[in-house]
């Protein structure tokens, strides 16, 4: 399809919160939020489209998908949790998240774990499958391509296609994460019945 290189550039894919970007003070809510909105702006939508809301952090926050904050401060380790969260949202369930972020989440508060290094590798895989989609997308869209004659309205036909298999990829890469979240749940059922 033409263009999709430029479409691909215009998602802004590689933008990640790093280690480095948040900071080691303690931050309100409306901090927490500045910071993403100031960081994702660019990944938005449309104009209209909010990053992060006092209303989700209630939401994470009620739902126990993070540990409880201290004096209405979000410590770094929220804020890379938030992060976590704000990327899984759009393809799994609140509940799943809950279960996959739970078994960490008492790590963190019972035996001390340190967040950061298990932080820096989920955005370096973050980078690497950004890497790895544009790839994936070039070899799709060439497939299309040879698929799909150029003729009368074949542009729309290509995109269209370019969609669905978009469309079909994300699906197949939702099974797969719900069916790990089960996993997990099933190990954590056994652990318990021991």
């Not at 263009?3 to 303690?26: C, F, G, S, W, Y």
């Not at 979000?74 to 809950?98: C, F, G, P, R, V």
Request: glycine share 2%; no cysteine.
């Amino acid at each position: 399809m033409e263009n999709l290189r430029e479409l691909m550039k215009e998602l802004n894919l590689d933008t990640h919160l790093t280690v480095d970007e948040i900071p080691d003070l303690d931050l309100y809510m409306d901090q927490v939020i500045q910071l993403f909105e100031n960081k994702y702006a660019t990944t938005k939508r449309n104009e209209n489209e909010k990053i992060l809301t006092k209303t989700m952090i209630n939401n994470y926050a009620k739902g126990k998908l993070f540990f409880p904050v201290k004096n209405k401060k979000y410590a770094k380790e929220h804020i890379m949790l938030i992060s976590m969260i704000y990327q899984m949202k759009s393809t799994l369930s609140i509940n799943d998240i809950k279960q996959t972020l739970a078994r960490l989440n008492l790590k963190i508060t019972e035996q001390g774990f340190e967040l950061e290094d298990l932080y820096k590798s989920y955005v370096a895989m973050n980078e690497r499958n950004v890497n790895r989609f544009y790839k994936d997308s070039n070899q799709m869209d060439q497939e299309i391509n040879d698929e799909i004659p150029d003729e009368k309205d074949s542009q729309y036909i290509k995109q269209l296609l370019l969609v669905a298999s978009f469309a079909h990829m994300s699906n197949v890469y939702r099974k797969a994460a719900e069916k790990i979240v089960d996993d997990i749940e099933i190990h954590e059922q056994e652990e318990k019945g021991k």
